[in-house]
Each structure stands twice: as C-alpha cells, then as structure tokens.
C-alpha cells in the first residue's frame, strides 16, 4: 500500500481541536484561504489545518473567507466575488500533469481537486489583479499556474551545489508526517522578499520535497538556500504576488520579522479594497 504524505506536524493535531477557530476582523479586507480534500476532512473533527495561517492573516487585522473543494461553483464564484486578496497555503504535491510531465515514482500524494480550485482562484486573481501569498506549495502552485515547472523530487532530481536537508519525515504506520528542519537561505538584491525581512541571509524552516525548476514567466527567484535551490519567488510587477518555499506562518511568534511578510500583503489587499470601494 503506498503511504500518503502530509505536511501537518505532530503538535498541531493536538493542539487544533476546537470548531469555528477563526477569528473575524469586521473592517478588514477579506483574504480567501484554499481547503482541500484533506482540510476539509479534518475539518469534520473540528481540526483545521490551516488555523495558523488564518491567525496570521487575522492578527494583521483581516478576515478569512474558506474556498473548498466541497463548495460548488455558484458558492466559489460569490466567494470570489468577496475577496480583496488570496492565500494559497502548503499541502500535497501538484500534478505533474498541470505542468505537462508524466508522473515521477518519487511523486506523492497529490489533489486534483485542490489543483482545478487552486488554479481558477489563481485565474480570478490574475483577472482582477488581487494579491496573492503563496506558501510552500502555495509557491508551487503559483509558479505552475504562470508557466513554470517543478522538481517532482528534490533528493532524486536536484544536483545541488552542496547538500541542504529541506525535510525531516516521522513515520507513523500509514502515514509520514513533515516536520520541521531548518536552513539558512540567501536573499536576493532588489527584491520585495528582501525590503520585507531587510537581512539578506535568514535561516528558515523547511518541509518539502517539491521545488520550483523553470521559474514562471513574468517571475523573479527571490531567495535560493546553499545548495542554489529556488526558496521564493514574486511577480516582477507592481501587483503583490509573492511565494515562499518556508512557512513564514509558523515562524511569526519566535521570529517576529517574518510577520512582515503578512503585513505587506494584508496591507495590499487593504489598497486593493479601498480602490474597489470607490
């Protein structure tokens, strides 16, 4: 039987166990957050596995609207309709198939109804122009969507320049979970990622097995660890798009600089609200 894969670490099933955990910032723009198959099953035991990114986007005083795979297509449309900027959260492996290659034998657990939704929340966003977070494969899924490609296995189809450990693994039975490593990663010059965190050198979590391989169009990398693998990305335009291979969400209350990465994007959605209301 093959094993299934998540990134949902040990501590945060124990500690994720009340319904209804997002807090609701009345005046603040609204940030849509993707659930699939796995969130939303969780989600019937009161679990939900993105509480800490919905935290991170209330505590810098903007609300949650959860887009799901269980929600049909006039639901997502009116939630669509609603949002001043999108979180793409981390999870299971994208298809290689929306980024035309076969299937690799390294190739994990993968959602293809998270990848149909995660892709026509990327095509309204690119439509209306909405800021855009994406996170560990939320960075993926954001370089897949603009044209680019992934490694579908870092250790079997990267040859780095020195060797970076970017994912320790807890097995349990059927199932192996991600949990946290960490590495250093070196920013690069004139880039957003850069103004937001001002240090050029910053050491990070780590909990994947997937890469950016040919970066997007209309893409610059924006961060690289040691052995040159891409850790981040942004949209090389004035519109907030901005992806990361860590987990900034998860780092905000032993390492507050990395909070600056979800001020500036609540702070462009809030512009992006304002000039819509007008």
Not at 254 to 259: G, L
Request: hydrophobic letters at 35%.
């Amino acid at each position: 039987m093959k094993r299934k894969t998540y990134i949902i670490p040990v501590v945060l099933i124990v500690t994720l166990l009340s319904c209804g955990s997002d807090q609701n910032v009345a005046n603040g723009p609204s940030i849509g957050i993707t659930y699939g198959t796995v969130q939303m099953k969780m989600d019937t035991f009161c679990i939900d596995v993105n509480k800490q990114y919905v935290e991170a986007v209330n505590e810098n005083g903007a609300h949650v609207i959860k887009i799901s795979v269980d929600d049909d297509e006039d639901k997502i449309d009116r939630k669509l309709a609603m949002l001043d900027g999108i979180l793409i959260p981390g999870g299971l492996d994208v298809h290689p198939s929306r980024y035309n290659e076969k299937e690799f034998h390294k190739l994990e657990t993968v959602d293809p109804k998270l990848d149909a939704l995660e892709f026509r929340v990327l095509k309204y966003a690119r439509k209306n122009e909405l800021p855009v977070l994406g996170i560990c494969r939320g960075c993926q899924i954001l370089n897949v969507f603009y044209g680019g490609s992934l490694y579908q296995d870092i250790p079997a189809q990267y040859a780095g320049k020195t060797s970076v450990q970017h994912r320790e693994q807890l097995d349990l039975l059927v199932y192996t979970l991600s949990v946290a490593c960490y590495h250093d990663i070196q920013l690069e010059r004139g880039t957003k990622l850069l103004q937001m965190l001002g240090n050029d050198t910053l050491e990070v979590n780590t909990y994947h097995h997937q890469a950016v391989k040919d970066i997007a169009p209309g893409f610059i990398v924006n961060a690289r660890s040691r052995d040159g693998l891409v850790e981040g990305i942004e949209h090389n335009g004035n519109i907030f798009i901005l992806g990361t291979q860590f987990h900034p969400e998860k780092m905000r209350d032993d390492r507050p600089v990395f909070n600056k990465i979800f001020e500036k994007f609540i702070m462009a959605a809030t512009v992006y609200r304002q000039v819509h209301e007008q």
